[in-house]
């Protein structure tokens, strides 16, 4: 029930509302738990607010960590079966 | 943004590697995924299947529509029976039996129970309905809580006086406390929920790591997420540490989310809450503060449903504290379907037995 789908915010209208594009599908929600959030921003949906404005910069750090996982673990796991 | 990294089977197939290697440094170690959200996503993408011998993944209390005591559906349902009344609440809630009947049996019976996606659509409702009471069934943690206080708000700045919420909402951090002071259960790391997060941050969780030396991980929803939180905390416990941390940085602001922790402070007060499965929690219910008596349902029509009594048979309370697996419970399957469902466990679609059901090949487990 805790689910939040990621919305773009297509156009930002009266009384804190706005209409946003959820893979294709146009929603309108309420922006009264992010008041920042600008026309453009990925925010994550629930229940027809949205609840955060999404850290596009975080997202695609992690992705970019979690590739390198592999070749860390490979390292600390060589490291360890001489310990 | 492309977000579809999160699903890369690339990426999940490095970080299972990783979780191999380093779940090689720990014991036999069991993890509570704490959130509905996360049993479902673990069971449809298989995850439990690809995690080492030694680690075990165990449902928790994290499905409000589970936890949600018989004696607050009790009392939807006898709200349900007033004249002139419109009952509305998210899907979840219909079909889930109380002591003697369900909402959906209600909505047969001939009441009118409607199943909204948003507080917002309830708001409509009464303002189409104004010769109507137009109530919701609030049930949820910290993620709709600000949403129905929000949803208050706008009624009251609109001036409708037909709209009103029965506030059956939970609080988690309680419950994990309740959870690790539980000597019958053990658990060695926390899968934090993510939403329940985005509103409240890290530190209400802070007292586990420092307290009880337990780690957590606020993890995100996607498979790659999970597997990252999972491979997080094998870190921690490899490593000796105990710490929250956040794996879901997109979504989840240390802090929580200031403007929405304000509007439930605002409407809400902290309340002791009967959990199924674990009982009373003092102070993880939330009830409506007196300046917000006309929009609380159960203040503007008191009801007074019979006694509540408990399900026969069903180990949902037992599933909840992770103490039970949902198919080691003899109504698994047997009598218990989604489709003819015994106890709220098999209800709700993020209920842990409905996840096993639908998509884990349990038998071989």
């Not at chain 1, 629930?46 to 850290?55: C, I, K, P, R």
């Not at chain 2, 309830?122 to 929000?150: C, S």
Request: glycine letters at 10%.
């Amino acid at each position: 029930m805790c689910l939040a789908i990621p919305a773009r915010v297509v156009t930002i209208e009266e009384g804190h509302m706005a209409s946003v594009d959820i893979m294709g599908v146009t929603r309108k929600v309420s922006l009264d738990l992010t008041p920042e959030a600008i026309e453009g921003d990925f925010v994550l949906v629930h229940a027809g607010f949205s609840l955060q404005v999404v850290d596009e910069q975080y997202a695609l750090e992690t992705l970019e960590i979690l590739k390198s996982i592999p070749d860390f673990a490979e390292d600390e796991g060589i490291a360890l079966e001489g310990a | 943004m492309d977000l579809s990294g999160f699903r890369d089977p690339e990426i999940a197939r490095g970080l299972i590697d990783a979780i191999k290697a380093t779940a090689a440094k720990v014991g036999h170690v069991k993890l509570m995924e704490v959130c509905g959200t996360h049993t479902v996503a673990i069971a449809k993408n298989g995850l439990r299947a690809v995690m080492p011998a030694n680690v075990t993944l165990l449902s928790g209390p994290g499905c409000p529509v589970c936890v949600t005591a018989n004696e607050d559906i009790d009392v939807a349902i006898e709200l349900a029976r007033q004249p002139d009344v419109i009952v509305t609440t998210f899907g979840d809630m219909m079909k889930v039996p109380g002591s003697y009947s369900s909402l959906a049996r209600e909505k047969a019976d001939g009441r009118d129970v409607r199943i909204v996606y948003s507080p917002l659509d309830a708001i409509n409702l009464a303002k189409k309905h104004p010769d109507k009471q137009v109530i919701f069934v609030a049930v949820g943690f910290e993620t709709t809580v600000p949403l129905i206080a929000a949803a208050i708000l706008r009624a009251e700045e609109q001036g409708i006086d037909n709209f009103s919420i029965f506030s059956a909402h939970k609080t988690v951090p309680g419950a994990l406390a309740a959870l690790v002071n539980d000597p019958e259960v053990q658990i060695d790391g926390f899968i934090l929920p993510g939403h329940v997060s985005t509103i409240i941050g890290s530190e209400p969780y802070e007292f586990l790591a420092e307290e009880y030396k337990v780690p957590g991980v606020i993890t995100g929803f996607e498979p790659v997420d999970v597997l990252q939180g999972i491979y997080m905390l094998l870190l921690q416990l490899a490593e000796g540490r105990a710490e929250i941390e956040i794996a879901y940085h997109r979504g989840v602001m240390p802090e929580g989310n200031v403007v929405a922790k304000a509007l439930v402070e605002k409407v809400f007060t902290p309340i002791d809450a009967d959990w199924r499965g674990i009982g009373v929690i003092p102070g993880t219910g939330l009830g409506m503060r007196p300046e917000y008596d006309a929009f609380n349902a159960v203040k503007r029509i008191p009801v007074t449903p019979p006694p509540p009594k408990e399900i026969k048979g069903c180990q949902c309370g037992e599933v909840l504290r992770g103490i039970t697996l949902p198919y080691q419970c003899r109504l698994f399957g047997h009598g218990c379907t989604p489709e003819h469902p015994i106890g709220p466990c098999m209800v709700s679609s993020e209920g842990s037995c409905a996840a096993y059901y639908r998509f884990t090949d349990y038998g071989r487990e």
